[in-house]
């Protein structure tokens, strides 16, 4: 008989924490079927209307441009869709190995009312204020937790997991960017994008983390990009000690004391400085999964960068393209006529493409550790030694967040991208003015 989640199981699932659309609850309940559990329910954006159609199906032009990607498109529903999204796209390209596509679960309305009732005081207000658990849902994604081991061998043993948020790990070089956004060439998309977040107040100082350092596959690279992680964690870095976060922003809860974090590490790691071990242990883990390297692979289908891409999006929707309609007949006649002359199949490719990498750009990583024993038995899981302690640990690391981004969000993606790159433009521009008129007056006082 199917499971049915009903109201009355809502007491059993604990907020967890969120992103921008989905709500994540975890198992706390004595059912065997859902030990190690967490349910992801979806959120619709509030004052936002979401009609039927929009619910069950994809758009038309998300049927087009999936058509030949397994079966999202004659999926009965959107959670379906999404989830034959991961496994027919996603898994695909990153391998089985780290991805867990999940299986989706029927809930009752009363379900989704009573779990969004409970939640709401654990949500931050930011994310209250924009979107409410979608009660007209009707199923939800049951996934393994993955800040945890499932129980078996080794019960027991402490479990801390590390989840780290990459983003983009290369720097575009496509011809298609304008010659005034050449920048884009030499300053990572996360670092311009921090100066807008600042400007934004939704961050409250720059990230000193770098993507490129994280994907270099140099150790002490990675290394740095781990120490900058914890340096200034915002929404990329989370740590969890057997379930419960203890270092990082998640949901209404925030802990930043890097003292307090060395304490849990403590019991884990036999050693002074912990916290250098355990960015050593992170290091390790990324090396020897090699886990980041498919990820990066994946993010640079985005070839022509989103100020390419944006061409053929028009002429998918048939539409004169309002990049070439502003820059004038001379843009139109050079570098992009070559891009709306193309079959639209390549059209459709070039779309996909940097849809899927953009899922790439912004899904999660968690790694898991749980000390071994020498007389554990035998683990089928990876082991990693740690060199100035000489202990094992088991090592496991699943992607989380593989959703399909819409396609009706690429003029959004483009002008966020041109929002991202003037206010950057803007700041080097008013650093570079201050550091000439230093100069100038360090000059002029001089003498
Ligand atoms: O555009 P970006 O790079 O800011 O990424 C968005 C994320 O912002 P970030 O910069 O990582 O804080 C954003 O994360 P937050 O809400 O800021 O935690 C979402 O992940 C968003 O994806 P979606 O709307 O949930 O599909 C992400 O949007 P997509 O670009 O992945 O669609
Ligand atoms: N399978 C899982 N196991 C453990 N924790 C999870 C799992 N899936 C999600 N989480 C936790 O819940 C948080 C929110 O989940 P998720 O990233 O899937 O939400 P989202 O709304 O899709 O995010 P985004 O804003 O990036 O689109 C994650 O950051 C992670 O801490
Ligand atoms: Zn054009």
């Given at each position: 008989?199917?499971?049915?989640?009903?109201?009355?199981?809502?007491?059993d699932?604990?907020?967890?924490?969120?992103?921008?659309?989905?709500?994540?609850?975890?198992y706390t309940g004595s059912s065997p079927t859902f030990s190690?559990?967490?349910?992801?329910?979806?959120?619709?954006?509030?004052?936002?209307?979401?009609?039927?159609?929009?619910?069950?199906?994809?758009?038309?032009?998300?049927?087009?441009?999936?058509?030949?990607?397994?079966?999202?498109?004659?999926?009965?529903?959107?959670?379906?869709?999404?989830?034959?999204?991961?496994?027919?796209?996603?898994?695909?390209?990153?391998?089985?190995?780290?991805?867990?596509?999940?299986?989706?679960?029927?809930?009752?309305?009363?379900?989704?009312?009573?779990?969004?009732?409970?939640?709401?005081?654990?949500?931050?207000?930011?994310?209250?204020?924009?979107?409410?658990?979608?009660?007209?849902?009707?199923?939800?994604?049951?996934?393994?937790?993955?800040?945890?081991?499932?129980?078996?061998?080794?019960?027991?043993?402490?479990?801390?997991?590390?989840?780290?948020?990459?983003?983009?790990?290369?720097?575009?070089?496509?011809?298609?960017?304008?010659?005034?956004?050449?920048?884009?060439?030499?300053?990572?998309?996360?670092?311009?994008?921090?100066?807008?977040?600042?400007?934004?107040?939704?961050?409250?100082?720059?990230?000193?983390?770098?993507?490129?350092?994280?994907?270099?596959?140099?150790?002490?690279?990675?290394?740095?990009?781990?120490?900058?992680?914890?340096?200034?964690?915002?929404?990329?870095?989370?740590?969890?000690?057997?379930?419960?976060?203890?270092?990082?922003?998640?949901?209404?809860?925030?802990?930043?004391?890097?003292?307090?974090?060395?304490?849990?590490?403590?019991?884990?790691?036999?050693?002074?400085?912990?916290?250098?071990?355990?960015?050593?242990?992170?290091?390790?883990?990324?090396?020897?999964?090699?886990?980041?390297?498919?990820?990066?692979?994946?993010?640079?289908?985005?070839?022509?960068?989103?100020?390419?891409?944006?061409?053929?999006?028009?002429?998918?929707?048939?539409?004169?393209?309002?990049?070439?309609?502003?820059?004038?007949?001379?843009?139109?006649?050079?570098?992009?006529?070559?891009?709306?002359?193309?079959?639209?199949?390549?059209?459709?490719?070039?779309?996909?493409?940097?849809?899927?990498?953009?899922?790439?750009?912004?899904?999660?990583?968690?790694?898991?550790?749980?000390?071994?024993?020498?007389?554990?038995?035998?683990?089928?899981?990876?082991?990693?030694?740690?060199?100035?302690?000489?202990?094992?640990?088991?090592?496991?690391?699943?992607?989380?967040?593989?959703?399909?981004?819409?396609?009706?969000?690429?003029?959004?993606?483009?002008?966020?991208?041109?929002?991202?790159?003037?206010?950057?433009?803007?700041?080097?521009?008013?650093?570079?003015?201050?550091?000439?008129?230093?100069?100038?007056?360090?000059?002029?006082?001089?003498?």
């Open positions: 008989m199917e499971i049915i989640l009903e109201e009355k199981d809502a007491g699932w604990s907020y967890r924490g969120e992103g921008a659309v989905n709500l994540v609850l975890a190690g559990k967490i349910i992801r329910v979806q959120k619709v954006v509030k004052n936002g209307s979401m009609e039927e159609t929009e619910r069950s199906v994809l758009s038309k032009h998300e049927s087009i441009l999936w058509k030949d990607a397994g079966s999202i498109v004659t999926s009965p529903n959107k959670e379906i869709a999404e989830q034959m999204y991961v496994q027919s796209v996603m898994i695909p390209l990153l391998g089985s190995e780290f991805v867990d596509p999940g299986v989706r679960i029927l809930v009752s309305r009363g379900f989704l009312e009573s779990v969004e009732r409970d939640s709401l005081s654990k949500r931050p207000g930011s994310r209250v204020k924009a979107a409410n658990v979608d009660c007209c849902a009707d199923s939800v994604m049951l996934m393994s937790d993955h800040s945890v081991f499932p129980q078996g061998a080794s019960k027991g043993a402490p479990c801390i997991t590390v989840e780290i948020k990459p983003k983009c790990g290369f720097l575009p070089s496509s011809s298609f960017m304008a010659d005034e956004n050449a920048i884009k060439k030499n300053a990572t998309r996360f670092k311009m994008h921090q100066v807008l977040k600042l400007q934004q107040l939704k961050v409250q100082q720059l990230s000193k983390y770098d993507p490129l350092d994280l994907f270099s596959a140099s150790r002490d690279r990675i290394h740095e990009a781990i120490n900058a992680l914890f340096a200034t964690p915002q929404n990329n870095l989370r740590v969890f000690l057997n379930g419960s976060l203890i270092y990082g922003d998640l949901g209404g809860t925030k802990f930043d004391e890097i003292e307090a974090f060395e304490d849990h590490l403590k019991s884990f790691i036999h050693e002074e400085n912990g916290l250098r071990s355990f960015v050593h242990l992170i290091g390790e883990a990324i090396l020897k999964l090699g886990v980041l390297d498919r990820l990066l692979e994946i993010q640079k289908l985005d070839k022509i960068d989103v100020e390419g891409v944006i061409h053929a999006y028009y002429d998918i929707v048939s539409q004169p393209c309002k990049l070439c309609k502003k820059f004038g007949e001379n843009q139109q006649s050079g570098k992009y006529s070559s891009l709306h002359s193309i079959p639209v199949d390549e059209s459709l490719k070039i779309v996909r493409d940097y849809l899927i990498a953009a899922t790439a750009k912004d899904c999660s990583l968690m790694i898991s550790f749980r000390p071994r024993e020498d007389d554990d038995p035998e683990s089928h899981y990876r082991t990693i030694c740690l060199g100035s302690t000489k202990q094992r640990f088991d090592v496991k690391a699943y992607f989380i967040d593989l959703d399909m981004k819409p396609f009706n969000k690429m003029e959004f993606y483009y002008e966020l991208d041109q929002k991202i790159v003037n206010s950057y433009k803007q700041k080097v521009g008013v650093e570079h003015e201050a550091a000439n008129k230093g100069t100038i007056e360090g000059y002029e006082t001089g003498y």
